[in-house]
């Protein structure tokens, strides 16, 4: 069975400070790998996605990049965290040609 | 431009009764309508999928109902437990396109 893990689970950082967040899917091969991002309460918000290794697309500019430098492995980071980068990030997977996308249980960041 | 809405906002409803949680979308390209459940503090979870060629999907409770010329569906929620309190996403993928686009979502709670 196919498993993703977020990391860490949640959060607090000062403003201006570096960002790494993970995310490791397990038992499957090549799957489209996507970063989301939700306000308290809001909706969800793509950042990024990735078909396959070494390639990412940006959807939406929040300061952030993101990389995937290995098949199962999705990295979201950035140099200087704004306060606005508080917030709920998620990622998620997909099979190639499969729509249905499968979540991880997300961390929580809080940027004060 | 938002261009899947949700209504309401929020609902509230009592054990036992059916709710009935709205979508409509603008873009005549979405092909492919999943709904997320969340409860506080997790990932979306997928609930329920329906493709545009069908007007109506079933899952247990859990029912889509679809209508392509007004770009309209609904989500009804037969025999409501408390169990199924959460936040309900409705989300629309446009064909070939590996961006989903989500409502705001539809806070559920259920009243024993």
């Known amino acids: 069975a196919q498993t993703i893990h977020q990391w860490p689970v949640a959060e607090i950082k000062a403003v201006g400070s570096p960002l790494s967040l993970g995310c490791t899917i397990k038992?499957?091969?090549?799957?489209?790998l996507y970063w989301y991002w939700q306000a308290t309460g809001g909706t969800l918000q793509q950042l990024f996605y990735?078909?396959?290794?070494?390639?990412v697309e940006s959807v939406v500019q929040l300061n952030l990049s993101a990389s995937r430098p290995k098949d199962d492995q999705f990295i979201l980071s950035t140099e200087k965290l704004l306060l606005s980068h508080s917030g709920f990030y998620l990622c998620?997977?997909?099979?190639?040609?499969?729509?249905?996308?499968?979540f991880g249980s997300g961390t929580r960041l809080l940027v004060i | 431009q938002q261009q899947v809405r949700q209504s309401p906002q929020s609902l509230t409803v009592w054990e036992g009764e059916t709710a009935i949680l709205n979508c409509s979308y603008e873009?005549?390209?979405?092909?492919?309508f999943p709904w997320y459940q969340q409860f506080p503090g997790e990932g979306p979870a997928l609930l329920i999928s329906?493709?545009?060629?069908?007007n109506k999907k079933e899952d247990g409770r859990f029912t889509i109902f679809f209508n392509k010329r007004e770009k309209k569906l609904s989500l009804h929620i037969a025999d409501s437990q408390p169990g199924d309190s959460a936040t309900y996403f409705c989300?629309?993928?446009?064909?070939?396109?590996?961006?989903?686009?989500f409502g705001a979502g539809t806070r559920l709670k259920v009243i024993a």
């Open positions: 998620a997977w997909s099979q190639q040609g499969n729509s249905d996308y499968t």
């Open positions: 038992g499957k091969s090549s799957p489209n």
């Open positions: 990735s078909i396959t290794v070494g390639q």
């Open positions: 873009n005549s390209a979405f092909d492919y």
């Open positions: 329906i493709l545009s060629v069908s």
């Open positions: 989300a629309a993928r446009d064909t070939g396109n590996y961006k989903y686009v």
